[in-house]
């Protein structure tokens, strides 16, 4: 009897050892993934009732922030386990990199709309000249 007073604490011990190296390993891969793409992880938290967690057996769900490297800031879930790699779900972008906004404002300036309008117009009017011509063709 004494000895299960005894092996009780220590598989629970063992378990919580295994769950903790376990988490470790998980997020040093994260972190890994994140980074081997150019980005930089901010946060990671495990939660055990995140999405897909229902019928899963091996892999564990966990919450992220990071920065992709073009500086936007993502919040997303993973899975995870040592075997089946890493996969992120329900990545979006909550916050974008300063430069992001002014660098796609300067981009569409008042010349390139013109400049375009000209290239559109140009190439509808050979379009035209092109249909004229072939209905010219198969009216003789």
Not at 30 to 55: H, N
Not at 63 to 77: I, K, M, Q, T
Not at 116 to 136: F, P, V
């Amino acid at each position: 009897m004494n000895e299960l007073y005894v092996l009780i604490p220590l598989v629970l011990l063992v378990i919580v050892g295994i769950r903790l190296a376990a988490g470790a390993l998980d997020r040093k891969r994260l972190v890994e993934y994140v980074e081997s793409r150019g980005g930089k992880m901010i946060d990671t938290s495990w939660e055990p009732f995140g999405p897909g967690w229902f019928g899963e057996k091996s892999d564990r769900i966990y919450s992220v922030r990071y920065r992709d490297r073009d500086g936007n800031e993502h919040r997303a879930h993973c899975k995870t386990s040592m075997w089946t790699g890493v996969y992120f779900t329900q990545d979006s972008v909550v916050k974008r990199a300063a430069g992001d906004e002014a660098e796609a404002r300067r981009s569409v300036t008042r010349e390139s709309l013109e400049e375009e309008n000209r290239r559109l117009r140009a190439e509808l009017e050979e379009l035209k000249r092109q249909r004229s011509d072939s209905g010219s063709v198969e009216q003789r």
